[in-house]
Every structure is written in C-alpha cells, then in structure tokens.
C-alpha cells in the first residue's frame, strides 16, 4: 500500500535541497613570492545547501611551504620556485581552477649616491678619511 504524505513529505525535502551548479573564483592574479593571497569563490546558486563545503587544494607542483587554507588563502613559500600556481576549488560534483602567477619580490637597489660622503670616499678608495672603514648595510 502506498502512502502518499510520506511520498509528499520526502519530495517537499528534496526541493529544500539544493546542490552547487557552479563556482566561480576571483581575486588577485598574482602573489610575490612569500607572500599570501585571497581567492574568492561566489557558488551559485546563492541558495545552495552545499554553498560552505569548499574544498581547496593546489593543483600544480610547489614547494613545501607553499600552502592553500581552508577559506582559500593561499600562502606562497619564500624560495618557491612555480612561476604559476594552480589552484582549485570544489564544491559537491562542480569545480573551478584560478591560476595565480608568482612575482619575485623586488629590492630597490642603492647606489653610491644615496650614501653619504664620507662613505662614498671610503669605498671609491679615497684618503679622505684613511682611518673610516666602511661596512656596506645590503
């Protein structure tokens, strides 16, 4: 015999229901070597039941201090050697892949005019101040 308010019941349930269609990921498209960035993931619908359940992992070859969290921060290790991470992120049967490009940091580089006099002639060797030694901060 059949029961329809169980029937009634357990379709009213699988309406509430509603599993992830899609993802999609923004954010930076880049990330200087130990440093970190956030990747965002908008999952449609709005609704969906599953909508907290991401799963993020780096999907490409890195070093061992380059990680992904939990809410999609990824951190890239100081001596990474990837010039592009991927990263994916799923939810339920739908997933979606961001590729981050990693930048060397750069280091303002000095020159002997930015120093002061005294150690600009002791480096280029002069008898100004032939007691001065001078010890070079980079």
């Known amino acids: 015999m059949r029961n329809e308010n169980t029937n009634q019941t357990s379709s009213a349930n699988n309406s509430l ?9 923004s954010g930076a498209t880049s990330v200087e070597k130990g440093d970190s960035v956030q990747i965002k993931a908008t999952v ?23 990680t992904i969290s939990s809410d999609g921060l ?6 990474e050697t990837a010039k592009t991470i991927k990263v994916k992120a799923t939810i339920g049967k739908v997933s979606n892949t961001i ?39 980079d």
């Open 17 to 25: 229901t509603k599993p992830a269609t899609g993802i999609k990921l």
């Open 44 to 66: 449609t619908p709005t609704n969906a039941s599953n909508k907290d359940d991401i799963k993020w992992t780096i999907t490409s070859t890195t070093k061992r201090g380059t």
């Open 74 to 79: 990824l951190t890239v290790a100081d001596n």
């Open 99 to 137: 590729k981050i490009t990693v930048k060397t940091p750069t280091v303002p580089e000095r020159t002997n005019r930015e120093l002061p006099n005294e150690a600009k002639d002791a480096i280029s060797g002069g008898s100004r101040y032939p007691n001065k030694t001078v010890v070079r901060a």
